[in-house]
């Protein structure tokens, strides 16, 4: 039983009396009304479970800072709050009393507004337009464009963007200035609670100040703010009241400052591993061998920044760092989906350019990208086994433009035997098969390629234990035939099982490099939030 | 309203249609300049009255198309209003007046039954329109499987005759329309919200903007304008025809008219009074062929040409694509 349910059945310790306080355990009940509490939250997606009776409490006049890694739980907190998604248990308190909502309105008009990390404003639309979207000041009927303008005047002043003219359509605006819309929006909605999911991630260091600024004077004014970073700074610098979640619960409460980063990182750090993973191949790799591919300073605009890495064949590269650092950005610059990048890109020392994945699987270069959702960028659900299986390799089955069928389906027949995917290969449509026998016919229909390089981004995301197994037995003899695999994937533990080397990213770029022993949990989510901390004590990853 | 320094954000906002009247107004210039009888009254009424019926047509293309979704029965509802305007709004001043409104409503029910589907059908409007189009029109030949019928007279010169003896009396009702209905729309939280839904749909639910009402709304006001098209085609006439090929030709130059005014067909940015200046432009294109006595046969696919030179304007943003998937998604 958990503390909050203790709490819920015994009303008569606390003294409100109608407003049972559930609260954390570590967050002294009694300091101020909270405003808001969360108690006994939980949330399952399919197999997945995002939150278990998560629990948080929240105070007007404070910044409270949730903390937590990739699949933490902390997004699906905040979709609860906002209304965006409902709980599938637990309850939540507004005001002492019970409330829940159906959809971002009914949140907006409880007065509890979400700055989300993808933006939420309409391009076409101007400023003013934005700002005033869910409520736009009327009069006879129609909407008032004089009050409407003095509403984002002031909403913008209030936000610090004096420079942003209420007029200009928001498609015309830079991303930082779309993100200074984007807060003066939430404020003109006057929130009681405002949550704040990385908000200042695309701001400039000049706004990022105005923003400190503007949120000290909100928690002057008495709003309830929740801060969601990866940056340890920020959180230092605003921070009341810290709440850590790990795996779906809320492990810790603690006034800020209480803690070190490296108890920060303890606290997030707490998964038991259940996985066993293939042995890395011992084999010293010949330093002076031409690497398979070689890239040199690559920048996509502000979201990738100087990348140089070198992968040799028979290597696991993984990626790592927290979600959206520049990691999916990064496999498909190299797999030519993005145009305008700079930098070099050297393909067995020869330097290349690629122009898209038709360019990028020819056999001279032998790319394959396994995308990270496989329902849309990998597969054609509706299509048979066999068809997704054949689908890239096509050029290499056909005469003359003809696919010769009895050597498409020798193909398909061997790769469904090194995959062992449970399915005959014509008759199911691939959208009839698990998620991990999916997955596997993504993994397949690029092997039918003979791949020199593999790039994967999060492939055994939402997939079970058993196939993730075979996934990374699969690459472990891939590596072992020859390949160059370079890994992304937001589960740490992979990547301390699975990878040679990783390179944590953070911010487009790539912050550190850990070899071999050096990959730990610690290491992993220390570099991923950018902290640099005296050595780590070593947890040892288990194989 | 107008401050200093809000001009340039204002000539950003309606720069497309400021650059289909300046288009129109040129085109209309030539036109009227090398016209064999000059620019005399009756030359501008007759333009005005088929300019003004495909610009009516425009509007209600207009407003589903910024929702970035498009009507291909707008021209089918044309028909339909048609056939029922020359059987019903006859008689006795009451009659004629029931009939008008029985028109009317009868648009704007074809635009509800679009919504409803696109709505909780969740069809795509592209295949919606069309089947229902298909149905409207229908509809039309078993009310008149023959053409014929009449209108009442007196509604008839009204709407196509002059005003003061010159102006003509289409404009008025053009204008009409674009003060009664389009402005109004305009500045209103439901059009403010069609325009939300074309740009960014799920921004805009992530705004709690209200999704199916405005779609519901443009979908409606979309048959009631196509309606009015039809009464007044209708005037024009003096009779009834269950024309499919009319009803394609105003459907298709319904679209041509939205991507001349400005109107973007991906949704959520142009104007209804940019499709009007598209409509009159188009017009006057053909015309230009008819005052320059090229051969009648080449108009097709001179508007034809027209309207793919058009279309491919419009497609100009996507060489800034920097990543590709964004081509796709």
Request: proline share 4%.
């Amino acid at each position: 039983m958990s503390l909050s349910e203790v709490a819920g059945r015994a009303p008569g310790r606390s003294q409100a009396g109608p407003h049972p306080l559930g609260g954390s355990p570590d967050v002294p009940v009694g300091r101020g009304a909270p405003i808001f509490v969360m108690q006994g939250i939980s949330k399952r997606y399919g197999g997945v479970r995002a939150l278990q009776g998560a629990d948080l409490t929240i105070e007007g006049g404070r910044i409270h800072a949730v903390l937590g890694e990739n699949g933490a739980g902390k997004s699906t907190l905040i979709k609860i709050i906002a209304g965006v998604v409902a709980p599938d248990e637990g309850r939540m308190l507004l005001d002492g009393r019970p409330v829940s909502f159906a959809s971002p309105a009914a949140a907006n008009a409880a007065g509890i507004v979400c700055i989300f990390q993808e933006l939420s404003l309409i391009p076409d639309l101007s400023v003013a337009d934005n700002i005033a979207i869910s409520n736009p000041p009327r009069r006879f009927g129609l909407i008032d464009r004089r009050a409407q303008r003095r509403m984002a005047e002031e909403a913008l002043a209030r936000a610090g963007a004096h420079d942003i003219h209420p007029l200009a359509l928001v498609k015309d605006l830079p991303l930082s200035r779309r993100q200074m819309v984007e807060i003066a929006k939430a404020l003109a909605r006057r929130p009681r609670i405002l949550i704040l999911d990385e908000a200042t991630s695309a701001l400039t260091a000049a706004d990022v100040t105005k923003i400190y600024a503007v949120l000290k004077r909100l928690r002057a004014e008495g709003l309830a703010l929740i801060y969601i970073s990866h940056r340890m700074h920020e959180i230092a610098e605003l921070a009341d009241e810290c709440t850590v979640f790990c795996n779906g619960r809320s492990v810790a409460s603690y006034a800020a400052g209480t803690k070190t980063d490296q108890e920060v990182v303890e606290l997030m750090i707490g998964r038991e591993y259940s996985q066993a993973f293939p042995p890395r191949s011992n084999t010293a790799r010949p330093t002076a061998a031409v690497p398979r591919l070689e890239l040199r300073e690559l920048s996509w605009g502000d979201r990738l920044d100087r990348i140089s890495l070198q992968l040799h064949a028979g290597e696991v590269i993984g990626l790592g760092g927290l979600d959206g650092q520049g990691q999916r950005e990064l496999l498909l610059a190299l797999f030519g989906v993005l145009s305008g990048t700079t930098g070099e890109l050297l393909i067995d020392g020869r330097p290349v350019r690629i122009d898209g994945p038709s360019d990028a699987k020819r056999a001279s270069l032998g790319m394959a990208l396994i995308p990270e959702d496989r329902k849309t960028e990998g597969l054609m659900l509706p299509m048979s086994v066999g068809e997704n299986l054949s689908f890239a390799a096509l050029s290499r089955l056909s005469r003359w433009g003809v696919v010769d069928r009895a050597a498409e389906r020798e193909a398909i027949e061997r790769i469904m035997r090194l995959l062992a995917v449970r399915s005959d290969g014509t008759t199911p449509i691939a959208g009839s098969l698990s998620g991990g026998n999916q997955q596997k016919l993504v993994i397949g229909k690029w092997l039918m390629n003979e791949p020199r390089i593999i790039l994967l981004n999060d492939p055994t995301r939402g997939i079970d234990v058993g196939t993730k197994q075979e996934i990374y037995q699969l690459l472990r003899r891939l590596a072992e035939q020859g390949a160059a695999i370079l890994f992304y994937s937001t589960d740490y533990d992979e990547l301390i099982g699975c990878c040679d080397r990783v390179l944590v990213m953070y911010d487009g770029a790539v912050k550190r490099e850990l070899v071999g022993a050096e990959i730990t949990e610690h290491a992993l989510i220390s570099s991923a939030l950018n902290i640099t901390t005296a050595e780590a004590p070593q947890r040892h990853a288990q194989r | 309203m107008m401050t200093r320094g809000d001009w340039p954000y204002w000539l950003r906002e309606h720069r497309g249609t400021l650059l289909a009247l300046a288009a129109f107004l040129l085109m209309f210039a030539i036109y009227a300049s090398n016209h064999p009888a000059g620019l005399n009254a009756n030359v501008a009424n007759t333009a005005a009255n088929k300019g003004v019926l495909l610009a009516i047509v425009a509007m209600a293309q207009t407003l589903v198309v910024l929702t970035s979704g498009i009507d291909l029965s707008v021209g089918m509802v044309l028909v339909l209003a048609n056939c029922l305007a020359s059987t019903i709004v006859v008689g006795s001043p009451l009659q004629v007046a029931l009939g008008v409104v029985g028109v009317l409503a009868t648009g704007a029910l074809c635009g509800a039954i679009n919504a409803v589907i696109v709505i909780y059908g969740r069809l795509q409007p592209i295949v919606t329109t069309i089947a229902t189009g298909a149905v409207y029109y229908g509809v039309a030949l078993a009310l008149r499987p023959v053409p014929g019928g009449d209108i009442d007279g007196t509604l008839g010169d009204a709407l196509t005759g002059k005003v003061f003896g010159w102006l003509p009396a289409a404009l008025v009702l053009l204008l009409g329309l674009v003060l009664l209905i389009w402005l109004p729309f305009r500045r209103s939280e439901t059009g403010r919200a069609v325009y939300a839904i074309g740009s960014a749909e799920v921004a805009a639910y992530m705004s709690g903007v209200p999704i199916r009402r405005a779609k519901f709304v443009a979908y409606t006001l979309s048959g009631l304008l196509a309606s009015v098209a039809g009464l007044f085609i209708t005037c024009i006439t003096s009779s009834g025809e269950a024309s499919a090929a009319n009803g394609n030709t105003y459907t298709l130059y319904s679209i041509a008219a939205v991507v001349l005014g400005g109107v973007s067909l991906f949704g959520g940015s142009g104007s209804a009074v940019g499709a009007i200046f598209g409509a009159l432009m188009f017009r006057t294109i053909g015309d230009l062929l008819f005052v320059f006595d090229l051969e009648p046969l080449w108009q097709p696919l001179f508007q034809g040409v027209v309207l793919t030179a058009a279309v491919s304007l419009g497609a100009l943003r996507l060489l800034r694509v920097r990543n590709r998937l964004d081509l796709y998604g």
